[in-house]
């Protein structure tokens, strides 16, 4: 067989028009799909074709490289409620530079996207967004009593003042009712014990999600 002295590159651009679920993957799979649909007849049969055509100018295609690329035209984005979901923290104009961000490298498990979005709605902003609020609970004495505090749109955290350090909550009294200062929305919260600053009380981050919209309209106005 002949060594080769020439390599011979072809390069040609096609521009496509593709179903939307298509455009909208990521670099890697997109990549795969258009591998995929190509196929051997494409991808094996070009040397095929262009070793036959050189061949009658006395030329020999001892070997063959391809490499396939392609590019999305659209500009991906993920989809605004799939970032709220995980991240009721954020800002509109947040969510919307988000959104842009993170399409390019979002899983495609739904688990591990929104783990993803997750961290990176943290990364982008992991400060604390309070609003005022109260907490009904059972004290230690079986006394009710309302406590104020602040919720963290970020984590759930409720924030307790100074005067709450001695504070003793009931233990095993259920979720307990947080209402939202200015506002008719009331949550559920969480007792996990009692620290050095009073007791720890959260709201699960999903919790707050519903009500994103007034949260974030209430943190702003503060």
Not at 11 to 34: G, I, M, N, T, Y
Not at 192 to 212: A, E, F, M, Y
Request: overall charge neutral.
């Amino acid at each position: 067989m002949s060594s080769a002295n020439v390599r011979l590159k072809l390069h040609f651009d096609l521009d496509l028009a593709v179903p939307a679920q298509l455009s909208a993957l990521d670099h890697e799979r997109l990549c795969k799909a258009f591998a995929t649909a190509l196929g051997a007849t494409v991808i094996q049969g070009l040397p095929v074709i262009a070793g036959k055509q050189l061949g009658k100018a006395g030329i020999t295609v001892v070997g063959s490289h391809h490499h396939l690329d392609a590019v999305s035209l659209v500009a991906q984005t993920v989809d605004r409620r799939r970032i709220i979901a995980v991240a009721p923290h954020l800002t509109d104009k947040e969510v919307d530079l988000l959104a842009a961000k993170a399409a390019p490298k979002l899983p495609a498990s739904p688990s591990e996207a929104s783990g993803y979005l997750r961290r990176q709605a943290l990364a982008l902003v992991n400060e604390y967004r309070l609003v005022p609020c109260s907490v009904a609970a059972l004290l230690s004495s079986g006394q009710p009593t309302r406590i104020a505090g602040r919720l963290n749109l970020t984590n759930g955290h409720i924030f307790l003042g100074e005067e709450h350090r001695q504070t003793r909550l009931q233990a095993n009294q259920g979720p307990l009712e947080v209402s939202i200062e200015g506002t008719s929305i009331v949550v559920a919260a969480e007792s996990s014990g009692h620290t050095l600053t009073g007791p720890v009380l959260d709201v699960q981050v999903p919790v707050l999600v519903p009500h994103r919209d007034a949260l974030i309209a209430l943190w702003q106005a503060a």
